[in-house]
């Protein structure tokens, strides 16, 4: 039996320990190619348990049979590889313009009392004109560690510290600046589509498992594969379409 967790409010689990429920799953009649997040709807009666005690947090979706285990591995895949892509997405952002954007300091880690901890948790910066960057610190007594970690970072930008704020003039991008740039983006691009792929490798080591577990059958396990892979490829293409479009902004002057 597999279980999907799903969130519940305290006055849920207050009722009765179960319950009829009907749920949206995107399962429908096979035979079907198209990978889950393409998949038409369908509603289907499955029990839904509440367990008790109250004070749990979460209660288990319960669905039987080989649907559910395609659900699970699906979903489970979908859900990593999306997650990698916002966060490949987000490592994009803090590559540097021409333009002050706060998301370009997204990656300094300052040695905060022997710790290293991330700029955006330490103080606030905004972008008051479009080449200027601000960093207030929270803690003013923190001012001078910001500035040498903003100083040893990659950005290539020289902080103005008046003992209370740090002023960043953002320079335009020269020739070769441009060109360290993009070998930044192509690195970030590659670190993306790793993780990409080692979702798929986890996600074909699980469908391998249920299969041996007898939890599917052969047609199962392919028509799984199938959409594992084409997941892959469509997240792989997305990654690559975001390091087009970065280095489209780096190269236009």
Do not use: W
């Not at 892509?85 to 022997?114: C, H, I, K, Q, W």
């Not at 996600?203 to 939890?215: D, F, G, L, V």
């Amino acid at each position: 039996m597999t279980a999907i967790i799903l969130s519940t409010s305290s006055a849920q689990r207050s009722t009765a320990s179960s319950k009829a429920f009907t749920a949206t799953l995107p399962r429908p009649k096979r035979p079907c190619s198209l990978p889950l997040h393409q998949r038409p709807a369908q509603r289907r009666i499955i029990p839904l348990l509440i367990p008790s005690p109250a004070n749990l947090t979460s209660h288990v979706l319960h669905a039987t049979g080989s649907d559910a285990v395609e659900v699970d591995i699906e979903e489970d895949t979908m859900e990593r590889m999306e997650k990698t892509m916002e966060a490949t997405r987000r490592s994009f952002g803090t590559v540097r313009t021409g333009r002050a954007n706060p998301a370009a300091l997204d990656r300094v880690m300052v040695d905060y009392y022997g710790a290293p901890t991330p700029l955006r948790q330490l103080a606030g910066i905004s972008a008051p004109e479009a080449s200027l960057l601000v960093v207030q610190p929270y803690d003013t007594s923190a001012i001078a560690v910001i500035e040498k970690a903003i100083m040893q970072s990659d950005l290539g930008l020289t902080p103005n510290n008046n003992g209370r704020l740090i002023r960043l003039q953002i320079p335009a991008l020269t020739s070769d600046r441009r060109k360290e740039m993009t070998k930044i983006v192509a690195k970030l691009a590659e670190e993306g589509k790793v993780a990409i792929r080692n979702v798929r490798r986890d996600s074909m080591k699980a469908i391998e498992k249920r299969e041996k577990e007898s939890a599917i059958g052969e047609d199962e396990r392919k028509d799984l594969e199938d959409a594992v892979q084409e997941l892959t490829n469509e997240y792989v293409a997305s990654i690559d379409a975001l390091a087009k479009s970065k280095n489209e902004e780096l190269t236009t002057v």
